[in-house]
Each structure stands twice: as C-alpha cells, then as structure tokens.
C-alpha cells in the first residue's frame, strides 16, 4: 500500500448509508442540539417554575377562583405529568418541532450543498426519507427529554407541598408520549416541507410561525365564533390542541376549543394530525423529486 492510500485510508469516512449519514449530520449540528437545548429550558421555566408562581399566587390569594387553584395543582401532581407535558407539546413544542424540521432539511440550502447530496449519493427519496426518519428520531428524543424534565419537576413541586408521589399508570403514559410525539412530528414535518418549498431555512421558519402562531390561530378562533368548531379542529393547530385536552392537558385553562374532549374526539384530532403529518411528507417528496436543486 501506497503512502497516499494509507494515509487516505485513514481518514474518517463519512456514513455511506443514507439514514446513517442523516443522524450522523443531525447529531453533530450544534444548532439542532442548541435547540433543543432551548426547548428544554422552556419547558423547566415555563411549564414548572412560571406555572409554579401562578399557583402559589392563586393560592394564597382569597378572591382567586378556586377551580383555577384546583387545576394548577392538578396539573402538577406527579400521577398527572404526562398529560400536563403532553399539552407543553402543543403549547409551545409544536413551534421549536417546526424549527427543528426547517433547520434540519433547509439549512442544506442554505449552505449550498443540497446539490451535492440529492445527486452524488443515493435517489433523492432515498435521501429525504433518510432526513425525515432521522428529524422523526430528533422529536422522539426531545420529547422523551421534555417529558422526564416534566417529571422531575412535578416531583420536585410535589415533594415540597406535601402531595401524593405516586406515579401515573404505564399505558396512559405511553399513550401521553405517542401523542405528544406524534404533534411533534407533523409540525417538524411541516417545516421540512416548507424548507423544501422554500429552498430556505430562515423563510420556512418565518412562514411556519407567522401561519401556525398567528393566522391559524385566528381561524380557529373565528371557527370557534360562528359556532364551526368541527372545521377549526381540522388545522394542526386545532387538531393538536384537541388531542392534548383528550389526555387531560390544560386542566386549569379552558382550551380553544373545547373546555373537555372525549377519547373519540382525541381519535379523531390523532387522525387529523398524522393527516396532516403524512401532507409534509408527501409534499417535500413531490417538491424534490419533481423539482430542480
């Protein structure tokens, strides 16, 4: 063997599987893991601490309404923290899942290698299909770090006023998980869709939050007004606020759309949801393998 083979044979070499070479990209991105980072920080201050200082305020106020001091306790009950972490995924989760998808695919864009992946290597699908199942796996994680960061500090809170430890039953738990994973994937899917759409990461960042943050939230609202509650639990929005009330979120807030949802209810926002999570797939598919890079 020659100098120059050893020495090139020495080199790390990067992943030759598609998936392999998405999580590798993934994991070594320190933007992706910064925010995730954020998320988790949000969901310790926000969801514990700020929620925390509302419910002691109300409890020690007199005039405060009592089912409001009710709900707030329920909700950090350590046998309750599925659900409460469930309903941080589509408080604020669905927003930073959206990122995660507009960084993760778009920021290829941006550093105009996207050229270079979709055509030195495996079929374009082969490609995306390989970014989407690693940004799934991103979500998975970042969910299960949510959730564990909810129970600790539903411990904590728990410990400290003196209120049951008990745990939550497994399988309500699980399904908590797979619904808060579930709302996280379809808005991470619908920010790698509007990165492909977009050729950008920064525009399909800002459309996602100026449509689902704002607009959305004002059809949902206007729905809700002319008494079409129905159609205004066919956007994301609606549908993934709909499936966190269904496991018991927002116990001390009345939803945007529904003070209680029944399980069938929550079925049918689960439904609406993967629908909604199967578009931006198909539609970053269809975008790539029909479109010029």
Known sequence: MTAAAATASARPQPPTWPLRAALHDAVRRPQLSATVGIWLVMSVGFGVGMTYAIYRGAAEDPGADPALVAGLRESFLLANFDATAAGLMQFWGGAVALALGAQLVGSQYAKRTVNLIYTAGPGRLAVLGAQVAALVALLGAATAAVFAANAAGAAVVSAIEGWPLAAPP????????????????????????????????????GIGLVWFLGIETVLIMVCRALG????????LGGATSNLAVAQGAYPWWPNALADQATAGEGAASAAVTAVWLAAGALAAAWLIRHRDI
Not at 228 to 235: E, F, K, S, V, Y
């Open 170 to 205: 497994a399988g309500p738990t699980a399904l908590s998980f797979a619904t808060a994973w579930l709302t996280t994937a379809a808005y991470g899917l619908a920010g790698a869709a509007l990165a492909v759409a977009t050729r950008s990461e920064t525009k399909a960042l």
């Open 228 to 235: 079409w509650t129905g159609a205004g639990q066919l956007t």
